[in-house]
């Protein structure tokens, strides 16, 4: 009974240290951490991050613990063994105590880590007009499969806010960065079936029942011109008009992010070499206006903001 009620404890307080609120255990949590050249990454360091889900099974176990114990005293009052039933009592425990010693040998959060991507990310403005450039050739660019490639949906449901993060990421810009009024295109598509929620039940329930990934395989972008551009830092502010396909549905949406060439020590720190553009964005769908509506109690509010990070390599003009 101690060692499983020690368990507890312990659990609960490592759940209220992780200062996340989370109802699901995560065994291998994501955080994002700062970085120079996309905004913001996924860390290396991937903890046990215990749930309440975890707490409960604890729970449950000290009672199994305490229904086993007093039928043990009761028969051993009665000069009747119990060799067995001490031992999956202990078995109960020890694999009660299991769960937050791995928790906490897996560490903890790192520093200046977030739990969620920041929705304002790429911290874009209003803007108007078509102004600015960016260094780099005219012609085809395609997205490069990297750490810095995804697609990330800020999500709060059951309960709890997370991100779905999609990682097969396919599709390229074509366009002259240093004449962003001339005519553009771009194609963004990802595999539904790649959403990592980061809860695996969970993960697997967002690909079958609301992203309906056996149906409808791919989620597409695609955008057709620049509404406005600004000069920022190492590149350009931006506005751009596109569609989304979704479930079978396409919708309008209004993109706004920033473009940047990666310099000498950016394409050191992201392991790339040639022309490389960086692609930060965002964009919001409205749940009633798609194939999810029918969900749409499942969700916390009626907006899904959408954040784009794309590494982008020059490969034709």
Request: proline letters at 4%; charged letters at 20%.
């Amino acid at each position: 009974m101690a060692t499983a009620a020690a368990a507890l404890i312990a659990s609960l307080v490592r759940w209220w240290c992780q200062d996340s609120g989370n109802l699901y255990t995560a065994v291998e949590k994501r955080f994002y951490v700062p970085d120079p050249d996309l905004g913001w990454r996924v860390s290396t360091a991937h903890p046990v991050w215990l749930g309440l889900d975890a707490c409960a099974v604890i729970a449950a176990s000290v009672v199994v613990v305490a229904v086993v114990g007093y039928v043990v005293r009761k028969r051993e009052a009665n000069q009747r063994g119990s060799r067995a039933l001490r031992g999956i009592a202990w078995a109960a425990a020890a694999a009660s105590l299991a769960i937050p010693i791995a928790a906490y040998a897996s560490g903890s959060r790192p520093v200046g880590a977030r739990d969620a991507l920041p929705v304002d990310a790429t911290g874009v403005k209003e803007l108007v007009g078509i102004a600015g450039s960016v260094v780099a050739p005219a012609g085809r660019y395609e997205i490069v499969p990297h750490a810095g490639t995804a697609v990330t949906a800020h999500l709060t449901a059951g309960g709890e806010s997370f991100d779905a993060r999609f990682s097969d990421i396919q599709g390229s810009w074509t366009g002259d960065p240093q004449a962003l009024a001339a005519p553009m295109t771009a194609d963004i598509s990802v595999a539904a079936a790649s959403v990592d929620t980061g809860v695996r039940g969970r993960s697997k329930h967002a690909r079958t029942s609301y992203l309906e990934a056996d149906s409808y395989p791919r989620i597409e972008v695609r955008l057709d011109r620049l509404r406005a551009a600004q000069p920022a830092r190492n590149g350009v502010e931006f506005r751009a008009h596109g569609t989304l396909s979704l479930i079978g549905r396409t919708h309008e949406i209004e993109i706004a992010g920033t473009i940047e060439r990666a310099n000498e020590a950016s394409l050191a720190r992201l392991g790339r070499s040639g022309t490389i553009l960086l692609v930060r964005a965002t964009f919001s769908i409205a749940i009633h206006d798609t194939a999810l509506a029918k969900h749409a109690k499942d969700f916390a509010g009626d907006v899904i903001p959408i954040s784009v990070s794309l590494v982008m390599r020059y490969v034709a003009g």
